[in-house]
Nanobody
Framework: QVQLVESGGGLVQPGGPLRLCCAASGRTFRTNGMGWFRQAPGKEREFVAAIEWSDGNTYYADSVKGRFTISRDNAKNTVTLQMNSLKPEDTAVYYC????????????????WGQGTQVTVSS
């Protein structure tokens, strides 16, 4: 099994930054990619960003491209999502996920999920 723990959520004003971190432990060798997804009330869980453990190749949803940056630290088994220029529509519970299937942009490609962290963008 792989355990994922997210941290860094909270309340932020529109236009502000926030950084989320995901720490992976356990049988992490069973995964080769990490992703961030989010789910707003009444909506389906949607892809935000993903990264390959091996070469750091990244993927982004169009809605966050240019504002969010995903990065990884292989030595620490952590993945970070730096979110800038946040908008009210970014408000959601953000989930970290780990898996080995492709494409990286769909929920079904991930086997392990964190508990989620709330991000609220409001003035």
């Amino acid at each position: 099994q792989v355990q994922l723990v997210e941290s860094g959520g909270g309340l932020v004003q529109p236009g502000g930054p926030l950084r989320l971190c995901c720490a992976a432990s356990g049988r992490t060798f069973r995964t080769n990619g990490m992703g961030w997804f989010r789910q707003a009330p009444g909506k389906e869980r949607e892809f935000v960003a993903a990264i390959e453990w091996s070469d750091g190749n990244t993927y982004y949803a169009d809605s966050v491209k240019g504002r969010f940056t995903i990065s990884r630290d292989n030595a620490k088994n952590t993945v970070t999502l730096q979110m800038n220029s946040l908008k009210p529509e970014d408000t959601a519970v953000y989930y970290c996920a780990a898996g080995y299937r492709r494409p990286r942009t769909v929920v079904g490609s991930y086997d392990f999920w964190g508990q989620g962290t709330q991000v609220t963008v409001s003035s």
